[in-house]
């Protein structure tokens, strides 16, 4: 660690010397789009600008590395733009985090017209790499140190992305086969295309000039060659030449090397008006064994006309048993999609207050509402407004939003924070603004849904009520705090009553640091929405201490019940509540 400080110190004295400070992770490159590039279109294709990308990234985990990393995955793509012949792509890769053996590279990708100097994005990505085993054992990777306010956002929330990651498969398991049941036959249409038409089958020899300089089959290359037969497969439905929109994750399940023979297979699963998705998977063999499964994917294509808009595509008549099923998991893919692009893909201004929480969605609102509270954290523009007994209340105007963040320390371990403070229905023991609260559902261990009743902030008039998501997050290492997530949702079994005003929260939640085993460092954030904005005007305004005697009342709170077995997360305290129950059923 003492080699890493030194050189964040290094780093830190070209910062105040004026001197530009590059990361020195990162890794460019730029290349002109020659007609060898180009497909009948005369635009770049994707499985070159794929082999660009990867090799760039790549580069970039082994300057950190500093030995062989190969590509574990690639998060989802998606392609706002094609890149044209005499066009300049400039690719930039760095490390975003480090964590045992893997690390996440982000990747930027715009495009440059040399002739205008107008430049362009086209695409960014995600992609975890993997140190190679060294002749001395695994390798343990060193720590990012992340200076600057961009480094230290893109760190927080790579957190959260391998967090998806390595419960992307599972969830979307379970989200397929609930929804895939839900939709019944299969829809006949007519004049539709039989989906075997647009069956492909491809095998490529791997040769030397298809590998690494680590004799393995070039990752980018074989994203290169399912690219190639999904594009076919796609084209034999449309009869046209298609144009690849959106990747879902690439996943690499193990290696291929120099003389494997890869077959490469795609088929149309489905097709919707104006897009359809491809399947395609690669596997391996050499000589009599049997198949390797390397790599699997699925690619939404589009039509564009002569004006870049979509066509309207044929409708497609799937196969018999995996032809129909495929057929349907296209169909609940694509609502994912949908969902993970409402929620995730915009901007935290264009993301609407509250969206409708459903199982299918819960992932995404969930890293959504993590995110959202990391973003606010990494901001290092905070002015301080007041501050009283060490308690200090702090502002941000932007983007004509109102945030606020109260910072306190309190003698108290920072796990039993955490518990205490996660349990929204023990925060009326010391909020005033927090009348009711009950638990709704408890989605899983890290989420839950509950119903807050706030008291009326006028004399006679009614009380807000909010349905908000609690998510809880626990440090991924020592560089990382215990996080309390939450914002507002929409559920159809909680519509608003006439009692109550429906109050939403766009952003709001805890980070809790440890400083130190008994002495632990408090921020609360809130992005103000309308609803808000009255309970908090007057301490913002410096008319009113009601802040500094809630966040006193918190510190009480926590020193109270620093010993309490009773802070035990509602996952927990709900799991023996339905043990005792099945218990009493029994007897």
Not at 78 to 88: M, Q
Not at 126 to 145: D, H, P, S, Y
Not at 273 to 280: A, L
Request: hydrophobic residues 35%; aromatic residues 8%.
């Amino acid at each position: 660690m003492t080699s890493e400080w030194k050189d964040a110190d290094t780093v830190q004295d070209l910062l105040e010397s004026g001197e530009v400070y590059r990361n020195p992770t990162e890794v460019k490159m730029s290349q002109i789009v020659l007609p060898c590039h180009a497909n009948h279109c005369g635009e770049l294709s994707v499985g070159q600008l794929l082999k660009w990308m990867d090799s760039t990234a790549c580069l970039s985990a082994e300057r950190h590395a500093g030995c062989s990393c190969i590509t574990a995955s690639v998060d989802d793509i998606h392609f706002e733009h094609t890149i044209g012949v005499g066009k300049v792509v400039n690719i930039i890769a760095k490390v975003n985090r480090a964590f045992t053996s893997s690390m996440e590279v982000g990747i930027l990708v715009t495009c440059e017209d040399l002739y205008t100097d107008r430049q362009w994005k086209v695409c960014h990505a995600c992609a975890t790499f993997v140190a190679r085993r060294t002749e001395a054992g695994k390798v343990q990777l060193k720590q990012v140190i992340p200076l600057t306010q961009m480094e230290q956002m893109e760190y927080s929330l790579a957190a959260e992305r391998r967090r998806m990651r390595l419960i992307h498969a599972e969830i979307i398991t379970d989200l397929l086969s609930s929804s895939t049941a839900q939709l019944g036959e299969c829809q006949e249409y007519q004049d539709a295309v039989p989906a075997e038409r647009t069956r492909v089958e491809s095998v490529e020899l791997v040769l030397p000039p298809h590998a690494n300089h680590q004799v393995s089959t070039f990752g980018g290359q074989i994203m290169a060659w399912m690219e190639n037969v999904a594009t076919i497969a796609a084209s034999r439905l449309c009869n046209a030449h298609p144009t690849l929109r959106t990747i879902d994750m690439f996943h690499f399940r193990g290696p291929s090397h120099i003389g494997d023979r890869l077959v490469l297979k795609a088929i149309v699963n489905n097709s919707f008006k104006h897009s359809m998705e491809v399947g395609v998977c690669a596997e391996a063999y050499q000589g009599g064994e049997p198949l390797r499964h390397i790599n699997s994917a699925f690619m939404t294509f589009e039509v564009l006309d002569s004006d870049r808009k979509t066509c309207t595509l044929p409708r497609i008549r799937p196969e018999p048993v995996d032809g129909k099923r495929r057929y349907k998991e296209a169909i609940a893919r694509k609502k994912i999609r949908l969902d993970r692009k409402y929620i995730i893909s915009c901007k935290q201004t264009e993301v609407p207050l509250s969206v409708p929480w459903d199982p299918s969605n819960q992932m995404y609102l969930s890293y959504n509402n993590v995110s959202a509270l990391k973003l606010m954290d990494t901001r290092n523009n905070w002015v301080l407004t007041s501050e009283k007994n060490k308690v200090r209340l702090y502002t941000l105007e932007e983007n004509q939003m109102l945030c606020f963040k109260v910072e306190m320390h309190v003698s108290v371990p920072a796990e039993q924070t955490f518990n205490l403070l996660s349990d929204l229905r023990r925060r009326k023991e010391w909020d005033q603004h927090y009348e009711e609260c009950e638990v709704i559902t408890q989605a899983d261990e890290d989420d839950t849904l509950y119903r807050v009743a706030a008291p009326s902030f006028s004399k006679g008039g009614k009380g807000q009520d909010f349905i908000l998501l609690a998510s809880r997050r626990k440090p991924c290492d020592s560089s990382d705090p215990y996080l309390i997530a939450l914002r507002s949702v929409t559920l159809p079994t909680h519509p608003p009553t006439k009692d109550y005003t429906r109050g939403e929260v766009l952003c709001a939640g805890f980070t809790i640091w440890e400083e130190s085993s008994i002495v632990t460092k408090i921020a609360y954030y809130n992005q103000a929405t309308p609803g808000v904005l009255p309970y908090i005007s007057t301490d913002i305004a410096g008319l009113s201490s009601s802040f500094y005697s809630a966040f006193s009342a918190c510190s009480h709170f926590l020193e109270a019940n620093k010993d309490s077995l009773a802070a035990l997360p509602p996952s927990a305290l709900q799991l023996n509540s339905a043990t005792m129950h099945c218990l009493q059923k029994e007897q």
